[in-house]
C-alpha cells in the first residue's frame, strides 16, 4: 500500500513538471511571436529633404515634427501631453534638414543656479552642426555631457584625429564645405555618456541609422554664447 501510494505520488509529479514545462514553452513562443511582431511592425525610419520644404524651398516645420513624432514613435519614447508644441527646431537656413539640423526640448534652464536638462533629437544620419560655447550675457562657457537614451550618436570632440576609423560618418558638403574642425569621434550607443572635454571647445554630433534621442546636461545655455564653425549658420 505504501508503494503504491509513492507510485502515484511520483506519477503525479511527473504530470505536474510536464504541464508546467508545456506552459513555460507555450509562454516563450508567445513572447517570441510578439516580439517577431514588433519587429515587422516597425518599418525602416527614412525621410528626404524634399518633404520638409514647400515648392519654394520654406522649410515646413510641422512635417520635421512628424517626421520626429514618427521616429519618438518607433524608439517608444514617452510622448507626453504637449510635448510636440515644445519641440524647437532649426535647418541652420541651410534647406536641408534630413541631413543637417537639430530639434530639442528644454525642460529647465537655470541661470540664476546655472544648470540645464534637455532632450535632443536627431534623425537618421542627421547632422549637429559644429559648434563652440562661450561666455556671454553673465553665465559661463557651457560645459556638457550627453546620454543616449535611444538609437546611436557618433560624437566629435577634441582629440586625435580618428575619422577614418568611421566611414559612415560623412560630413554633408553644404557644411562649411565639407570641413569641421573637431575629428574625435565617439559612438555613443544607449546608455551610454560623452561629454565635452575641454570649455570652449569645439563639437558635433551625427545619428545613427534609427536616428538618435539624446539627453543633455550642462551648467547653463546661452544663446549668445553659440557659435557655430560654418560662419553662414551664425
Known sequence: ???????????????????????????????????????????????????????????LEEKAKDALMEMLAYHDYPVFEGLRERIWLTDYNKGKYAELGLASIMFVNNEVD????????????????????????GNPAKMEGWVVRHGKSYVAGVGLDNRADFPQVVVPQFHWDGKVTANHIIEANEGDFAKLEEVESAHWQMAGPEGVVITEVGNVHTNAGVKRSDPAMN
Do not use: R, W
Open 114 to 137: 546655472k544648470y540645464m536638462l534637455m532632450d535632443i533629437f536627431l534623425l537618421p544620419g542627421q547632422m549637429l552642426g559644429e559648434h563652440m560655447h562661450f561666455a556671454a550675457d
Open 1 to 59: 500500500m505504501k508503494k503504491q501510494s509513492l507510485l502515484i505520488a511520483l506519477l503525479i509529479l511527473i504530470l505536474f513538471a510536464s504541464c508546467a514545462d508545456k506552459v513555460e514553452k507555450k509562454a516563450n513562443t508567445e513572447e517570441n511571436e510578439t516580439t517577431e511582431l514588433k519587429q515587422v511592425a516597425k518599418k525602416e525610419l527614412k525621410f528626404t529633404n524634399e518633404q520638409f520644404y514647400d515648392a519654394d524651398g520654406k522649410f
